[in-house]
């Protein structure tokens, strides 16, 4: 057959296309009567204060950098996985040791205080 | 080869000779092909999906001892249409100070992510979309452009709720997505392929790999639910504090790709997990009549809807710390290990007769591990925790 990627790309096309068609249809045939009442931000009656794109809590920053790591580090054992079959025994040992180093990295975060939410 | 063994191969065919027939050429006519495929197939996703909104009402509907609709149609099965008719006509509000650019977009990539995912979804032998050999890997980068949509809704909103939720949704989904990951490479150790047509396939005959690895089935679950957003872990709209959360500025049918994303997001993570874990189209006579096989698959993908919106409608929703502490201090030194002794279990005993038994003997034997040793750390939290002092009396 073709090449799937052929299939993939036009399928990813059609995806954004097809979730596009009712919205503008949607505004083709919706009323539009703005005003500056209706359009204002809803924060359950009471009136927005200040700009609402605000900093970050550093917290999350933490967490994407341990989450960061991993994530990395299981693309790695992606390949290990898939050819864990053929591979001797020693390999295996030796994917199963570099787990260890990575659940070691999550033991010193744990110890460090770095997984608690304060 | 008839219509009821192959109808791709049939159809496909036939329009191949049609095609060629008008004198294109065979790259054309392939592409051709392609386009009318997704566009069938992207359609009867829609089609499920709108009838998702009538499952989705029915069974909440029957959790909370109430009827559901019963009006529009038998079982008020034609409820949904209306419900779009009137999601169509209404107005769509755009507020002060939105952007306005990633405001629109993220509707449409919070549905359109999810349909990505049905590019490889083996639906049943012979149909199915690409066969793409890192397809497992596809699946994760496409449902993480969910929660890119969610982030980019939440900051566009100008809305400090909105802001709120898109953050809890991105704090559960990379802590989430590592058991996540962990859980997918239990299939890709079992059949040593990143397919899911090899995985399924690797399934025929009943060798579901939930026999082999419950506790790797189980995991993805639960990381699923988590990834999906969706009770106890739905902290990114949290009815009862932020007010819906991230979409609490939409309106009209932009609020509607939100809600349909939702619901189809939930389904297909229901359709991998009976892809990954529980044989996906395969079942009696499926390989045959490959009909026979979607109807399995469907159903299969069903009852693990069905189970998600269980512990939706069951479970009560968990406080932020709590969701990621379960999630760094338990799943994931669980999947870790899990993954440890998969891989460990299975090149002890590949080949030989023990091997089904050794793998769900290990898998028990972790689960069994994991409950004792909380259950000895929650006595040791218990025991920490003084007695409250007895009200004095006077």
Known sequence: ?118 | MNFLSDPIKVISTWLTSLLTGWGLSAGLTSVLLSLVGIVLMITAVMVLDIMLVWVERKVVARFQGRLGPNRVGPYGLFQPFPDIIKLIIKEDITPDGADKLVYNMAPIISLGSVIFLWAVVPIAARIYGADLNVALLYMVAAGSLGTLSIIMAGWASNNKYALLGAFRQVAAMISFEIPMVVALLIPTILTGSLSLQVITDKQSGGNWFFLLSPLGALLFLVSAIAELGRSPFDLNEGESEIVSGYHIEYTGMKFGLFYAGELLHAFTFGGFLSILFFGGWHGPAASTYPLLGVFYFVVKAMIGYWVIMWIKYTVPRIRIDHMLMFNWKFLTPLAFALLIVTAVTNSLLKGSSFYMPGMFLSNFLLGWITIEIMRFSSRKQRLAVKAPEPAVQH
Request: overall charge neutral.
């Open chain 1, 1 to 118: 057959m073709q090449n799937p990627w052929i299939y993939v790309g036009l399928f990813l096309l059609i995806g954004i296309i097809i979730p596009i068609i009712p919205i503008a249809f949607s505004a083709l045939i919706a009323p539009k009567k703005p005003n500056p009442i209706k359009q204002s931000t809803y924060e359950c009656g009471i009136e927005t204060v200040g700009v609402s794109q605000v900093q970050l809590k550093a917290q999350y920053y933490i967490f994407a950098l341990v989450f960061l790591i991993f994530d990395v580090e299981t693309v790695f054992l992606f390949p290990w996985a898939v050819s864990l079959n053929a591979l001797p025994f020693f390999a295996v040992a030796e994917g199963v040791l570099f787990i260890l180093i990575l659940m070691a990295g999550l033991v010193f975060a744990w110890r460090k205080g770095m997984l608690e939410w304060v």
